[in-house]
Every structure is written in C-alpha cells, then in structure tokens.
C-alpha cells in the first residue's frame, strides 16, 4: 500500500499562487477542535457571508475532517489544508500522515514548523511557522531567532516555493497577549528583508502572517502594516462569525 499523487477530482483551491501583495490572507487553525456537525455549520455560517469579504481565506483542520471540508468549501476560494505533516514520504510510521497523501485528497496548503522539500514536490504550499519564546523575547533575541528560523528553511526551500511565512511570537499563541502593530511589523520587515536578499522578486510576493491572539478587535491595526499580509488565527477561528470579523478587517483600505 503506497500513497501516490493522482489528480483529485476537487482539488482545495491554491491559495498561495500568484499572490499580488495587495491581497490579504487569512487562515484559520482549528486546532484539535471541530466535529463533523460543528464544522458543517461552521461552513454553513461562514459561506452565507464570504461575499463581504476580499481576502483570501483558509482552514487548517484535524486530518480526519479535511476530505469533507474539500467537499463544504468546493468551488468556493475557501482552500482547505492540514495542519501538520511527516517529513517522511511513506513507510512504517504509525500514525504519520505524507505530504502526497494529503496532496492526494485535494490538499494545496499545509502548516508546518519547519518545511521539506516534499511538500513543493508535492504542490503543497508550506506555511512556515517562526516565532521566539517569552525568554527570547526578553533577552533581545527576538530578531536572531526569527531569522535563524527562517534562514533554515531557506536552505532547503527557495523563496518562491514558500507558500507564507507567519510569524508566531509563541508568549502570544493562546494567551490572549499580542504583539503590537509596531512591534511585529518590525519583525516582519526583518523577515522581509531575509527574505529579499535570496530572492528579490519572489520575497515581494510572500505573504507574511502574523499569528498569536489576533481578534476581531486588533486585526486591522495588525494587517494595516506594511509587511503584514494576513494572519493565523486560532482561537478567533473556531466560530464562524468571529473568523468572518477578522477576515473583514483584512481589507486594502
Ligand atoms: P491564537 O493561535 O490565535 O489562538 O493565538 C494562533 C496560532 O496558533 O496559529
């Protein structure tokens, strides 16, 4: 038994091509949340207002719900994508899910802490997650360790085969603390900067994500930056109507 790429009748739609930098991208990560009804009228209530919006949206959901959110958001721009995946192509790993299995059910994005070469062989786009600690964040590191983040990936994946970064300052996933505008707007011009210096032409159409308590409430002084493209939402993400508010903040003013 072996995964191999076939053609899926109804891929996700790919959310990270031909990005002009003008639009907005906002992604929502369930999490371990969700169940089959929930999700249905999450979509239900979601899809009944996508007309307000102009950005592009996602969501990153459990494994065992992705086939089925393909089928809700099929035909609509919402793409659908996992939240993590194995480095490892196939083989006896229990429990590992591949990038070409999720290729396989019409996946075309994928949340990852650190990218494989796979998943561009794959046509998933990975969305590289980067972000310091509390401790990091006090001790100035803040800008090191972002970058070396990113600088690793980069050695393994050219800039244009980057779907997003979003930069995830960890003391704010969660906690209801985010960074403010100012603050990871600098961050991002930095990994903009890193981003450039490989690759010019490709780092201006990267969207970058800011992610880590991002709310109806702070979303649009946070996506009015420069150099923030969108967010990563979590918590904001499990409601419908909450997702819809931060995704209407998304836009070009
Ligand atoms: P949060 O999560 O919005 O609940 O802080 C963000 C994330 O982990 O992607």
């Known amino acids: 038994m072996s995964a191999s790429k ?11 091509e031909k990005l002009s930098v003008r639009e907005k991208i906002v ?4 999490k371990m949340n969700g169940s089959a009804e929930a999700n249905r009228l999450w979509a239900e209530e979601f899809l009944a207002k996508l007309g307000d919006l102009n950005c592009r949206t996602a969501v990153c959901a459990p494994f065992v719900y992705l086939s089925e959110l393909v089928r809700l958001f099929k035909d609509t721009g919402v793409a659908v994508g996992a939240q993590t995946v194995s480095p490892r192509d196939q083989g006896a790993f229990t429990g590992e ?3 070409a299995m999720l290729a396989d059910i019409g996946m075309s994005l994928c949340l990852v802490g650190h990218s494989e070469r796979r998943l561009v062989a794959h046509g998933i786009a990975p969305v590289v997650c980067v972000g310091e600690t509390l401790a990091e964040r006090e001790a100035g590191l803040t800008e090191a360790v972002v970058l070396r983040q990113l600088r690793t990936v980069l050695t393994r994946v050219p800039v244009a085969k980057l779907g997003a970064v979003a930069y995830e300052p960890v003391w704010a996933i969660g906690t209801g603390r985010t960074a403010t505008p100012q603050a990871a707007q600098h961050v991002h011009a930095a990994l903009r900067a890193c981003l450039t210096e490989a690759d ?11 992610g880590g308590s991002v709310k109806p409430d702070n979303a649009h002084e946070l996506f009015s930056q420069p150099d923030i493209d969108g967010g990563l939402i979590g918590g904001a993400a499990l409601k419908a109507e909450d997702f819809h508010s931060v995704c209407a903040a998304a836009r070009v003013d």
């Open 6 to 16: 076939t053609d899926h009748p109804h891929p996700s739609p790919a959310l990270l």
């Open 27 to 30: 992604i929502a990560n369930w």
């Open 97 to 99: 899910v591949s990038a």
């Open 200 to 210: 010019a032409e490709a780092a201006a159409k990267t969207p970058l994500l800011y």
